[in-house]
Each structure stands twice: as structure tokens, then as C-alpha cells.
T-cell receptor, first 112, second 114 residues
Framework: GEDVEQSLFLSVREGDSSVINCTYT??????LYWYKQEPGAGLQLLTY?????DMKQDQRLTVLLNKKDKHLSLRIADTQTGDSAIYFC????????????FGRGTSLIVHP | EPEVTQTPSHQVTQMGQEVILRCVPI?????FYWYRQILGQKVEFLVS????????KSEIFDDQFSVERPDGSNFTLKIRSTKLEDSAMYFC????????????FGPGTRLTVL
């Protein structure tokens, strides 16, 4: 079945860039997602990329997709303490359901 | 900005009891979902609901689970006879017509089964 893997923790200094990596196994994935979960809150869809794209940029966020290696990354420029959260990678297909398969989440800790 | 809401935020119940978890999806959304996350594990899909019926369900969603949209605003998940292993965070989500890949999640209900 589909599987999505990501590292559990990332610690960065405020102002630096953060890069959160993810790998997935389903070659038929149509959408690759990044969700953010702040303490006590639900999952917030940050951004997603279609599988026929290599890159998507949205303000401080840059998503890179290497479809050959099934590798997805999320880069956060100028990381702020408010970016501290759990970031979930997910993949989904358009073959009817669009149900995302989630990774375990990466805890991003931003310290001053 | 409209958001998905869930009640209660925390539910404690005894094993064998029935619980109902409630969700109010975003008002103009047509697709509704339940997910769960057992502590330390991945977020897992349970069920999706569209046009007043289940459109897809996972292996987890067995006969002890049911969903209902009792009125125009609420979407509920019922667990008939809770087990210890049902302890988890349960998330409701909804998505609009034409953008099923964009799911908006609620804050979750933490269910603790004793």
C-alpha cells in the first residue's frame, strides 16, 4: 500500500531557512500536500503541488517535487517562532477519492 | 474565515459505552470526512460522506462505527461500543464541490477510553 515517510524532528534558528523532507511510495500520486498543525488546532492545508509540477512557490514557502525519486520537500524561508508546529506531508490521487495518505509529521522547533 | 468546528474537544468514556462525536463542516461544503490519529501514529482515514451516504470507508471503519448528517449543519461519528484502542484524536474535515483535494480540518476531539 501507499506509504509516506518523513523525519520526526527539525530544529532551526529563527531567521534561517527550514527544509522538511518527505518520501512517498505511490507512483500514481496526483497531489502532494503539506499540512501544518499548531498545538490544539486541526490540520491546516498549507499548500499542495500537482505531480506534473517540479516546484511551487507561495510567499515564504517553496515546495520541490522530485517525481523520479518520489521525494517532496517544503522550504520555509526566514523561519519565525510562529512557524513552530508539526508539518505533515501527504499524497493523494485523483482516481475518485482524493483521500490523502499522511506521513507521521515533522515537529519543527524554531529557537531564537 | 469559515472553519470546521468539533465538539467536544475532549471526551472521556468507559469501555463499552457509546460516544457521539460532533462536527459542523463549513457551510457550503459538500464532502465530509472523519480521520483519527492514535497518539504517536499517523493520521488515518476513516470515512468520507457525500450526498447523504458513505462514499468511501477504510478497513478501520467497521460495524461499530457509523456516520450521520442529521440536519443541514451537523456531521456526526458514532462509536457504538468503545474499546481501549479507540482512544485517539478524531478529526472531521470538509471540502467544497469541485475541490475535493482541498480538505479543511477541524481542531479534533480527543477521545479517551478507560
Amino acid at each position: 500500500g501507499e506509504d509516506v515517510e518523513q523525519s520526526l524532528f527539525l530544529s532551526v534558528r529563527e531567521g534561517d531557512s527550514s527544509v522538511i523532507n518527505c518520501t512517498y511510495t505511490d507512483s500514481s500520486s496526483t497531489y502532494l500536500y503539506w499540512y501544518k498543525q499548531e498545538p490544539g488546532a486541526g490540520l491546516q492545508l498549507l499548500t499542495y503541488i500537482f505531480s506534473n509540477m517540479d516546484m511551487k512557490q507561495d510567499q515564504r514557502l517553496t515546495v520541490l517535487l522530485n517525481k523520479k525519486d518520489k521525494h517532496l520537500s517544503l522550504r520555509i524561508a526566514d523561519t519565525q517562532t510562529g512557524d513552530s508546529a508539526i508539518y505533515f506531508c501527504a499524497e493523494g490521487t485523483s482516481g475518485g477519492s482524493y483521500i490523502p495518505t499522511f506521513g507521521r509529521g515533522t515537529s519543527l522547533i524554531v529557537h531564537p | 474565515e469559515p472553519e470546521v468546528t468539533q465538539t467536544p474537544s475532549h471526551q472521556v468514556t468507559q469501555m463499552g459505552q457509546e460516544v457521539i462525536l460532533r462536527c459542523v463542516p463549513i457551510s457550503n461544503h459538500l464532502y465530509f470526512y472523519w480521520y483519527r490519529q492514535i497518539l504517536g501514529q499517523k493520521v488515518e482515514f476513516l470515512v468520507s460522506f457525500y450526498n447523504n451516504e458513505i462514499s468511501e470507508k477504510s478497513e478501520i471503519f467497521d460495524d461499530q462505527f457509523s456516520v450521520e448528517r442529521p440536519d443541514g449543519s451537523n456531521f456526526t461519528l458514532k462509536i457504538r461500543s468503545t474499546k481501549l484502542e479507540d482512544s485517539a484524536m478524531y478529526f472531521c474535515a470538509s471540502s467544497p464541490a469541485g475541490r475535493r483535494n482541498e480538505q479543511f480540518f477541524g481542531p479534533g476531539t480527543r477521545l479517551t477510553v478507560l
